[in-house]
């Protein structure tokens, strides 16, 4: 299944990486690598993760990493829609 990424996605993995990258460029490379085989996954299976009680938006982890990777499914291809921190305070949706 095609996989495209919303304007906020794409900005929160650039955040992401960017601080990461201050802090540890080896980390940010395995975090990317994580998000990216997430990515993947979601692609080959849309109904993977659980559902994150916003619509019909699903979440699953980026591997051990504290990130999860948000999406949903329309017009026939998954759409990323948020990336975050685990630890943060759950999304809502907003």
């Known amino acids: 299944m095609r996989v495209r990424f919303t304007k906020r996605a794409r900005d929160d993995l650039v955040a992401i ?3 990461l990258d201050e ?10 690598r994580a998000i990216r ?10 109904d993977c993760g659980r559902r994150s ?13 504290p990130y999860l990777v948000y999406w ?12 975050r921190h685990a630890a943060r305070r759950p999304w809502r949706g907003d």
Do not use: F, M
């Open 53 to 65: 009680g916003i619509l019909d938006i699903r979440v699953l982890p980026a591997a051990r990493y």
């Open 37 to 46: 085989k997430t990515i993947e996954l979601i692609g080959t299976l849309p």
């Open 17 to 19: 990486l960017n601080y």
């Open 23 to 32: 802090k540890s460029p080896q980390g940010a490379r395995n975090v990317k």
């Open 72 to 83: 949903n499914v329309e017009a026939g291809e998954a759409c990323i829609v948020h990336i």
